[in-house]
């Protein structure tokens, strides 16, 4: 966090009477656990989907897999 934002949390902090304080720390507590505890999760991608535009349509893969399994013996 930087500094002038938690000087400007604790000076507002400040201002407010200690019950109120630890209410709005423990607030932020148990938002925080509800967090960690169950973290977003990234919906899942089709790899189809994510890498259709990088390769042509005609593109082989067994083809280029063998090639690069084979191009050291052509050394």
């Known amino acids: 966090m930087a500094t002038i934002i938690r000087d400007e949390v604790e000076a507002l902090l400040g201002q407010l009477p200690l019950p109120e304080q630890i209410a709005v720390i ?3 507590m148990r938002r925080l656990r509800r967090t960690v505890a169950q973290p977003p999760i ?3 991608q089709d790899f189809y989907g994510i890498w259709r ?3 042509p349509e005609d593109f082989d893969v067994d083809t280029t ?3 690069i399994r084979h191009e050291w013996l052509d050394i």
């Open 42 to 44: 990234a919906p899942a």
């Open 26 to 28: 423990e607030h932020w």
């Open 65 to 67: 897999l063998n090639a």
């Open 53 to 55: 535009d990088h390769f």
